[in-house]
Each structure stands twice: as C-alpha cells, then as structure tokens.
C-alpha cells in the first residue's frame, strides 16, 4: 500500500478504535440496548469501509501484479476467497 491509502486506512482505524471504547462505556453504564446496537452498527460500517479500501488497493496492486506475472490462478483464489469472507 502507498503511504497516502496506508495514512487513510490507519486513520479509520482509529475512529473505530474510538467508536469501540465507546460502545464498552455504553455496556458499562448499562446504555439503552437500541442505542448500543445503533452504534454497533455504525462500527460494522466502517470496518467494511476499511475491508474495501484495502479490497481496492490489492486488486489495483498486488492482484494486477500477480496477473501480469503469471499468477492468474492465485490471483483469482484470492479474490474469491475474501469475495466469500465478505459473504458471511
């Protein structure tokens, strides 16, 4: 990953860093149970923003690479393998 997309994606990690510590002081102070889901909710999405990017940046790098070298075959396992991870 180039630095500006390693940059991005460390960022978002953050917040969601931020948003679970947040999501256990709700537990802790036993938080209306639909205002914890809403916010488990709001940590689902952005780990999947974090699962695409990274997603985008392997298919533009790492799988094109593979593909221009030959490796068409695990290229393609690869991408099925976490089209079925995201599946789930």
Same mark, same amino acid.
């Given at each position: 990953?180039?630095?500006?997309? +390693? ?5 978002? @990690?953050?917040?969601?860093?931020? /948003?679970?510590?947040? @999501? /256990?002081?709700?537990? *802790? *102070?036993? +938080? ?5 889901i809403t916010q488990t909710s709001a940590? *689902?999405?952005?780990?999947s923003g974090v699962e695409d990017a990274?997603?985008?940046n392997h298919l533009s790098t790492c799988?094109?690479? /593979?593909?221009? *070298? ?14 079925? @991870?995201?599946?789930?």
């Amino acid at each position: 990953m180039n630095i500006n997309s +390693t940059q991005k994606v460390m960022r978002r @990690l953050k917040v969601i860093e931020g /948003q679970v510590r947040g @999501l /256990q002081e709700m537990v *802790k *102070k036993d +938080t209306y149970c639909i205002d914890v889901i809403t916010q488990t909710s709001a940590v *689902k999405q952005a780990l999947s923003g974090v699962e695409d990017a990274m997603m985008e940046n392997h298919l533009s790098t790492c799988a094109l690479d /593979q593909i221009k *070298k030959g490796k068409e075959i695990k290229a393609r396992e690869e991408i099925l393998k976490v089209y079925r @991870l995201k599946r789930k």
